[in-house]
Structure formats: structure tokens, C-alpha cells
């Protein structure tokens, strides 16, 4: 069993289909190992982007047991964010690279991390939707055909569901508060609800990289797959919140037992993924100004090992 | 042959593997980091890895230090066993009768 190898794409393909797992040192298309820096690199800076919204709320807390949760889950973000660099430089790319690439605005990020965080109730939303939709994408992607994006997402993935549970804790209360309390969570059901919807990537009928992606086992699920199964989790726990999914062709085809929506703004998607989101602007310049700043913790830890390792080869 | 790290790295120090141990079991590779020593790559490891969980031990390598066998080798170095079935317990026939609880 050595088709990896031997260094051809029809070998490379034969071990795809027996569902056996590629890693760092074995050969790959070029293809394959440029779509994937792609992906794990886009996916490692949404967990880097996606501190910002939330990490913004965290002094606004309003009780201890919500202040822990939010740090907690922000400290998870940044954890996340370093397995899949990680995982990103086992095909090659170095950190320095990626970083270059965010901070210059050539790399992309989740759509959903552009959007504002208004109210305290987009904390609660953002837990409920963003990171259901997270966890629906990566518990499928963590059985990928590469090795190490495959671990990082599992581990990723026992970390993540505290986050939708700390979320659904949060509405859970809100709706059962005063009415601007309820108010505050339909206004902001109201604002994620679309993007959500678009964290799952473009329809089917128009994902260029779909299809090399899924003969690869790099993707299992397609876009509209997991979309429509998130929408049908997600639209009967909002109506157990007693909440309104504000899309008035939302209805429930009791032929094929799925959730139908209505139209989704995919113009919309592509501005904001281009860089042109509410705040995308904002969300890169708070990247570079942290980068900046944090420069001298870079230099320090490496003047420290300078100086030890003279001091090693001082004292024999 | 050792891992030879992907690229030099100007400002995030040296690549580690991180290993992390539960009770009782085997260290088992957890995943890399970048740290300039083995003392700040304990430390990270720590913060990143061991957050939650039940880890009572942590083991960091220089990803560098690791020799590692090639991916060319896979059929030469491990399909064999699979030919010596004589090496496990179910090639041998449990006398008539006798049952294993």
C-alpha cells in the first residue's frame, strides 16, 4: 500500500477512494495541496477574525457566569485559530505567509465574522446560529481525507459545542425576560439569520471548487446539503424560543419533510466576501494594529532564546 | 530521516510536536506549535492543548529532532505481518468444546 508515493494522480485518487487518510509527507496533486492551504488558511484566520465581534462584549458581560463563558469561548477562538495554522504549515506555507496574506486583505474569512455586533443578545444569536452552523461544517470536514486538518477539526469540534450550548442558554433567557428582553432577540434573529444562512458558501450550482473538492473526500457534504440541514435544526428550536425567522416564504414541505426558505442574497455574500462587509474594514485594522502591537512579545521570546543559548555555550 | 520543517521562520520561533498524556495512557501526538524554546513550547502547549481535558503529562519535540520513517517505505516496513496470521491468538483452534469466557 504505498500508492501516495509513487507520485501519480491516478495512485494519489485510488487512495482517496479507500477512504485513507493523506498526510504532510506523502505525495499529493499540487492542486490538492493549494486548495487545502486555501481552505485550513481561510478557516484559521475566521477563528482569528471571529475573536473581534464577541471579544468586543466581553467588558459588557452582564453577569460573572456570562463574563467566564465569553473569555473562555474568545480563548477557544484563539486556540483554534493556532491548530489550523498549524495545520495550514504542514503543506508547506509558512505562518509568516499567511499572516501576510490577512493583513493585506488577500485572504479571505467567514462572510458571517463582517457583520456588527449591536445588542448583547447578537452574543447569545451568534452562539445559537454562527457556531451551530460551525459545528455542522467542521464535525463533517474533520473526517477529511488530510490527516492534519482532519485532527484538529475533532479537536476543534469537543470544544465548539459549549459554545452553541452557552449561546442557546443566553436566548433561552432573553426570551423569557421582559418584552424589550424579547424584543432584543427577535431584532437580532433578525439581523444573523441571512448571513448564517450564507456561512455555508455559494449554491451548488455555483461552488467552482466544489467538484474536485468532493472527489478528493477534501469536502463530504456539499454547500446546499448542510445548509438545508441546518436550516431544518434550526427553524424548530426557533420557534420553541418563540422566536420569528424573518422570511415570510419560509415553509415547512411536509412531502420531503425539509424547510423551505426563501431567496438568498448572494450579491450580498459576494460583496462581503470580497472585503466589503459593514465592517470588514474595521476587522483588518483591528488585525493589524494587534499584530503591531504584539510585535514585541515576538521579539522578546526570540532575544530570550538568543540569550540563553549564549549562556549555553558559555558554561560548558 | 527527520521532519524537515516546511519553511524558515523569521518571528514565531522554532516548530514543536506536542504530546499530550491521560491518565495512564500513552502519550499521543496532540498536534504542533511554534515556540523559540522547549520551556515557552511547554508553556504554550499548555495554554493551547491542554485547556480542558484530563491531561496529567505533556511532552514537546522539535519537529526537526524527529527521524521518521518514509512514505516510500509504508509496503516494505509494515504489510508483512499482515501474511503471519500464525502471530495471533484466532490461528489457533480452541480444543473441542472448551469455550473462552
Redesign the interface.
Known amino acids: 500500500?504505498?500508492p501516495?508515493?509513487q507520485g501519480s494522480e491516478s495512485a494519489f485518487d485510488a487512495h482517496i477512494r479507500d477512504h485513507l487518510h493523506v498526510?504532510p509527507?506523502?505525495?499529493m496533486p499540487d492542486s490538492y495541496r493549494s486548495q487545502l492551504i486555501r481552505l485550513i488558511s481561510q478557516h484559521a484566520h475566521s477563528e482569528i477574525v471571529g475573536m473581534l465581534p464577541e471579544g468586543n462584549w466581553i467588558t459588557r458581560a452582564p453577569s460573572l457566569r456570562r463574563k467566564i463563558g465569553l473569555l473562555a469561548k474568545v480563548?477557544?477562538e484563539a486556540?483554534h485559530g493556532?491548530?489550523l495554522y498549524?495545520?495550514a504549515?504542514?503543506?508547506?506555507?509558512?505562518?509568516?505567509?499567511m499572516f501576510e496574506q490577512l493583513l493585506a486583505g488577500r485572504a479571505k474569512y467567514s462572510n458571517i465574522f463582517s457583520y456588527p455586533t449591536l445588542s448583547w443578545a447578537d452574543i447569545g444569536v451568534i452562539g445559537w446560529l454562527v457556531d451551530g452552523a460551525a459545528i455542522l461544517n467542521q464535525t463533517t470536514m474533520a473526517k477529511c481525507s488530510y490527516g492534519?486538518y482532519a485532527?484538529?477539526l475533532l479537536?476543534i469540534c469537543r470544544?465548539e459545542n459549549f459554545h452553541k450550548r452557552q449561546g442557546m442558554e443566553m436566548v433561552a433567557a432573553l426570551v423569557r425576560g421582559t418584552p424589550a428582553q424579547q424584543a432584543m432577540a427577535q431584532e437580532s434573529l433578525g439581523r444573523w439569520w441571512w448571513p448564517t444562512l450564507m456561512m455555508f458558501g455559494p449554491p451548488d450550482s455555483d461552488s467552482p471548487n466544489s467538484a474536485d473538492l468532493m472527489k478528493w473526500r477534501v469536502k463530504l457534504r456539499t454547500n446546499d446539503e448542510l445548509r438545508q440541514r441546518f436550516v431544518d435544526m434550526t427553524v424548530p428550536q426557533a420557534l420553541a424560543f418563540g422566536l420569528t425567522i424573518p422570511d415570510p416564504k419560509l415553509r415547512f414541505d411536509s412531502d420531503t419533510g425539509h424547510w423551505v426558505t426563501g431567496e438568498i442574497d448572494w450579491e450580498e455574500f459576494r460583496l462581503v466576501i470580497q472585503g466589503f462587509g459593514p465592517c470588514s474594514a474595521e476587522r483588518l485594522e483591528a488585525r493589524r494594529r494587534a499584530h503591531a502591537e504584539g510585535?514585541w512579545v515576538?521579539?522578546a521570546?526570540?532575544a530570550?532564546?538568543a540569550r540563553?543559548g549564549r549562556r549555553e555555550v558559555a558554561t560548558p | 530521516m527527520s521532519i524537515e520543517e516546511a519553511k524558515p521562520t523569521h518571528d514565531q520561533g522554532d516548530l514543536w510536536e506536542v504530546f499530550l498524556q491521560e491518565d495512564g495512557q500513552p502519550h499521543v501526538h496532540a498536534g504542533s506549535l511554534r515556540a523559540p524554546d522547549a520551556e515557552m513550547a511547554l508553556q504554550n502547549a499548555r495554554d493551547v492543548y491542554a485547556r480542558r481535558g484530563a491531561v496529567t503529562g505533556l511532552w514537546v519535540v522539535r519537529t526537526a529532532d524527529i527521524a521518521a520513517t518514509e512514505p516510500a517505505d509504508r509496503a516494505a516496513l509494515f504489510d508483512g505481518p499482515r501474511t503471519k496470521a500464525y502471530r495471533h491468538a484466532h490461528f489457533y483452534p480452541l480444543p473441542g468444546g472448551m469455550k473462552e469466557p
Open positions: 500500500m504505498q501516495t508515493a498526510e509527507r506523502d505525495w480563548q477557544d486556540g493556532l491548530y498549524c495545520a504549515e504542514t503543506l508547506g506555507i509558512s505562518r509568516e505567509e492534519p485532527r484538529s479537536r470544544e510585535a515576538r521579539e521570546a526570540l530570550h532564546e540563553r
